[in-house]
């Protein structure tokens, strides 16, 4: 079965920047559509950002002010999220997962056709704090 596993997380000061990745095995990411959702301490999940499975498609929560870049390398079998400018409420644990993920409610994600991803990563902790 497929299995995503994210890294690249850590403990910057406000202003600064990380980049987030996803290694995808055992499904075809090429083909797949992809997203980022995060989790801030004591609260929902959180639809960050997803792209089409060519990486010329992205769409980004409003919350994020132009902030944060999806990206992916096909050939690489990689899922990237560039962190910019982070702020204390970018602290979160940051999940990768298949699917064009629209929204999150209840704890659940869905596409806008109310698909639900089939692969999650482990998450990768974002922590922002002067």
């Known amino acids: 079965d497929g299995q995503l596993v994210e890294s690249g997380g850590g403990l910057v000061q406000p202003g600064g920047s990380l980049r987030l990745s996803c290694v995808a095995s055992g499904f075809t990411f090429s083909g797949s559509a992809m997203t980022w959702v995060r989790q801030a301490p004591g609260k929902g999940l959180e639809w960050v950002s997803s792209?089409?499975?060519?990486?010329?498609?992205?769409t980004y929560a409003d919350s994020l002010e132009g902030r944060f870049t999806i990206s992916r390398d096909n050939a690489k079998n990689t899922l990237y999220l560039q962190l910019n400018n982070l702020k204390p409420e970018d602290t979160a644990m940051y999940y990768c997962a298949n699917r064009k993920i629209r929204y999150c409610r209840g704890g659940v994600c869905y596409t806008g056709s109310g698909d639900r991803p089939d692969y999650w990563g482990q998450g990768t902790q974002v922590t922002v704090s002067s």
């Open positions: 792209i089409n499975s060519g990486g010329d498609g992205a």
